[in-house]
Nanobody
């Protein structure tokens, strides 16, 4: 059974940092591209970042470039999202997701077939 479990969310002041983790199980982790998405209240789920199976390629949504870093440890079957210089507008539920599709589709949420349960990130002003 394929499973993704996020952790690391919480409440932080603006300018602070958090590190999200996503533990994967059920299939060979390094074979799959991974993504982070977020959903704020009343808004649609949006792409945040993605990383290729090897970890050699990454991609970021413009508003998080230079502040967030996506990484993975394939030996530990774990995906990470280091979030620095957090802003109130980063407040959302953050989801990790796994896709069997190719890198060009990395920003499309419907291309991801496995999702975690989400972790709440709240940034206070």
């Amino acid at each position: 059974q394929v499973q993704l479990v996020e952790s690391g969310g919480g409440l932080v002041q603006a300018g602070g940092s958090l590190r999200l983790s996503c533990a994967a199980s059920g299939r060979t982790f390094s074979f799959y591209n991974m993504g982070w998405f977020r959903q704020a209240p009343g808004k649609e789920r949006e792409f945040v970042a993605a990383i290729s199976g090897s970890g050699l390629m990454t991609d970021y949504e413009d508003s998080v470039k230079g502040r967030f870093t996506v990484s993975r440890d394939n030996a530990k079957n774990t995906l990470y999202l280091q979030m620095n210089s957090l802003k109130p507008e980063d407040t959302a539920v953050y989801y990790c997701a796994q896709t069997q599709d190719s890198w060009p589709d990395r920003r499309k949420s419907y291309e991801y077939d496995t999702w975690g349960q989400g972790t709440q990130v709240t940034v206070s002003s």
